[in-house]
């Protein structure tokens, strides 16, 4: 009967109960939303490699190798020679390995020579491949496969023509030997989206007339020419490799630090990506902090409204008083109101974030290669609903607190 | 004390709101047999309320004793006073009695929340809820929302919640004062019905001295209580 009389008495001051339970609604929506985004982001981002065990690549930082080979941000400070690709690629913990020769640009978007395999090795999201959406993949010299987002920005179709700029923003381009689109790819949330593939072959031919970054004057060979040229690369950017097996991953990993000819550096996917989300972890943890201070500030203003409720209700209160009620009790009836209306806001919190969801999950997904999950609320959510009502109790003590106090001095008698 | 005493007993009592110097109520003896119907007249600001908020263990006094069947009020602690007023006394207030969201239902079952002898008297809430409302002369309301009661209607619940599980003492402050003179005199009509029905005292406040005919005996504040106010 309690629990009927709070929830009459809160249905009786019905719009400002439910600003105060929209309030809270949203703000719960939006740390759950935040939180939503950011595990999304972090397993996107980790789901952006899958399967490559080892990426070596001229010796730096193990960020700078995983940013430039996979995120394709930044350059590398030095290329891995030929030779040294053929000696890694001999030793027998090699399973597979795919080059990766980056430099080159078609506006905004990067140029990466690699071989087949690499539509067969990489990995995204857990172990899924590569698909060609449309034409096929690299066949002749001058094809290129390109990403998702480049065939959307750039609205190529199969059989259109490219001309791949040398360097990166730059203006001096390789026009004497145009690609030509053979394969468009899917879209995958990660940088190959934004990538255009050639053969490494390629990368070698439309640098033939080219020397010390600058094409060479009045010198331009004919594709038939360079098509008989032999075209083996002399350097390669990185490489993905494959293991036999696991156990050999560190083994081989040390044998390419210390590998003598040259200085290379070899780094495991997954403990390069922890490193780069501790970098971007500090954003994230404020992002989560400001969330947190919504929901803070929804509870605060429960609080206000309790206070404001207080002095039109002392006849309620001198009514209970009257009826052999304690002040405690009165005390109670606040914190159960206040406990009442977190909750349904908590819950009303987490219906809006399903529904904001569900319609924005394909949105977000083709936009910015997000993937967010509709699934059951994890135990750390849960917590977080139940530290909001738990929350929303402790503040309304204060109010309750000087119900407490002024039903004591009040008595049956209201003095007004 | 015994069962023959008298069921209110207020001896040498005095009492001061605190953080307010300017004024003081003393009683120097006032007593109340049991079954006995007493109007209390006395004009607004003349400690009627104070009075009141005393014999329900409200407010404590500074000395004397306030003795309610029995048990002095002074030797509870605020939590049992709470509890004993819940057992001992029907409250009715001059008007907005009820919790004007709960149910008629809720109102009138309401002091049995906070009483468990009371409740042990009632077997059935809602039928015993429903007979006190039938000889109320209350149509059949029990699910009505209180609000959409008339203030007469509403003074008869309240009476019905007071009367509830049978406390041996009624205390109506002004009952009637919200109600015209027609619907008063069926008012205390009803009252009187239930209270003889049942051989409850009943204390009842009013500034009115035409409604003293009905009563046991007629008291006016000023013979039995003093009040000091000092200029401020």
Known sequence: MILRLAIGSLSARSLTVAMTVLAIALSVTLFLGVEKVRTGAKASFADTISGTDLIVGARSGSVQLLLYSVFRIGNATNNVTWESYQDIAARPEVAWIVPISLGDSHRQFRVMGTTVDFFERYKYRRGRALEVVDGALIADLFDTVIGADVATALGYKVGDPIVVAHGIASFSEHKDQPFRVSGILEKTGTPVDRTVLVSLEAIEAIHVDWQNGAQVPGQSTPADVIRQMELTPKAVTAALIGVESPLQTFALQRAINEYPDEPLLAVLPGVALQELWAIVGVAETALLGVSAMVVVTALIGMMATIFSSLNERRREMAIFRAMGARPTTIMGLLVLEAVLTAAVGALLGVLFLY??????????????????????????????LLGVVAAGAIVSLVPAFRAYRLSLADGMTVRT | MTADGPILFLNDVRFRWPGRVSFALSVPE?????????????????????LLSLICGTVLAESGCVHITGADLSNLSGGQRDRFRAEQIGMIFQQFNLLPFGSVLDNVLLPL????????????????????????????????????????????????????????????DEPTSALDASSQSAFLDLLFAQVQAHGTTLLMVSHDPRLGERFDRVIAMDDIAQIERQAA
Do not use: Y
């Open chain 1, 355 to 384: 529904l904001g969801l569900t319609i924005a999950q394909p949105v977000i997904d083709s936009a910015f290669g997000l993937w967010l999950p509709i699934e059951a609320p994890s135990m750390r959510e849960l917590w977080v």
């Open chain 2, 30 to 50: 006032f007593s109340v047999p049991p079954g006995e119907t007493v109007l209390l007249l006395g004009e607004s600001g003349s400690g009627k309320s104070t």
């Open chain 2, 113 to 172: 929340r906070f009483a468990p002898a009371r409740r042990g008297r009632v077997s059935n809430g809602r039928a015993e809820a429903h007979d006190l409302c039938m000889a109320l002369g209350l149509p059949d309301v029990l699910g009505n929302k209180a609000s959409t009661l008339s203030v007469g209607q509403q003074q008869r619940v309240a009476v019905a919640r007071a009367m509830i599980g049978r406390p041996p003492i009624i205390i109506a």
